[in-house]
């Protein structure tokens, strides 16, 4: 069974910084590449960054570029997201989502597991 | 402001068929595959739709999807209360190296 459990979302203040986990587990973690979506209060879902099995290729949101950096340790099957200076408009639940691909956007890829989330509250 | 476009709300009475559209530029439908996603605030997205109009396992054949020029539909047959919630279009997007998502249809089972 496929699981992703994301870690370390809290309570930051503004100009902080955070870093989240999503701890994967029931899938060939290396295989395939994986993403960061946000929910923000009140809004819809906004992808944030993905990343390819192999690191290779890493894309950001441009809300988020430069701030926040993407990675993966397929060692230890976990997904990293470290945000830097962050601002009140980050704050939101965010989810990891495994793609269906190696590559995100190759091959119709699409979005089949996604885990609960975690809440980051950027606030003084 | 995302490339997809989906109404904020849509409504049907349990066992009636609902359509959510999302709709783009015809190059970009054309061009990208369109999933969509059902959400209950709180939980975990899910997969309801994949490239346009494939069904994972899983997911009950009430949901299907279809596209037609300039949109992609997501179609709820036999209405249920439990399938109130918010859904979501996404694709892939080559000028952004993205993805991009709808702004989100809340469906009201009334």
């Known amino acids: 069974e496929v699981q992703l459990v994301e870690s370390g979302g809290g309570l930051v203040q503004p100009g902080g910084s955070l870093r989240l986990s999503c701890a994967a587990s029931?899938?060939?973690?290396?295989?395939?590449?994986m993403s960061w979506v946000r929910q923000a209060p009140g809004k819809g879902l906004e992808w944030v960054s993905g990343i390819s099995g192999s690191s290779d290729n890493t894309y950001y949101a441009a809300s988020v570029k430069g701030r926040f950096t993407m990675s993966r340790d397929n060692s230890r099957n976990t997904l990293n997201l470290q945000m830097n200076s962050l601002r009140a408009e980050d704050s939101a639940v965010y989810y990891c989502?495994?793609?269906?691909?190696?590559?995100?956007?190759?091959?119709?890829?699409?979005?089949?597991?996604w885990g609960q989330g975690t809440l980051v509250t950027v606030s003084s | 402001q995302s490339v997809l476009t989906q109404p904020p709300s849509a409504s049907g009475t349990p066992g009636q068929r609902v359509t959510i559209s999302c709709s783009g530029s015809s190059s970009f439908i054309e061009s990208n595959p369109v999933n969509w996603y059902q959400h209950f605030p709180g939980t975990a997205p899910k997969l309801l739709i994949y490239s346009n109009n494939h069904r994972p396992s899983g997911v009950p054949d009430r949901f299907s999807g279809s596209k037609s020029g300039t949109s992609v539909s997501l179609a709820i047959s036999g209405l249920q209360s439990e399938d109130e919630a918010d859904y979501y279009c996404?694709?892939?997007?080559?000028?952004?190296?993205?993805?991009?998502f709808g702004g989100g249809t809340k469906l009201t089972v009334l």
């Open positions: 989502a495994k793609d269906s691909q190696f590559y995100s956007g190759y091959d119709s890829s699409y979005f089949d597991y």
């Open positions: 996404a694709a892939w997007d080559d000028t952004l190296h993205g993805i991009t």
């Open positions: 029931g899938f060939t973690f290396s295989s395939y590449a």
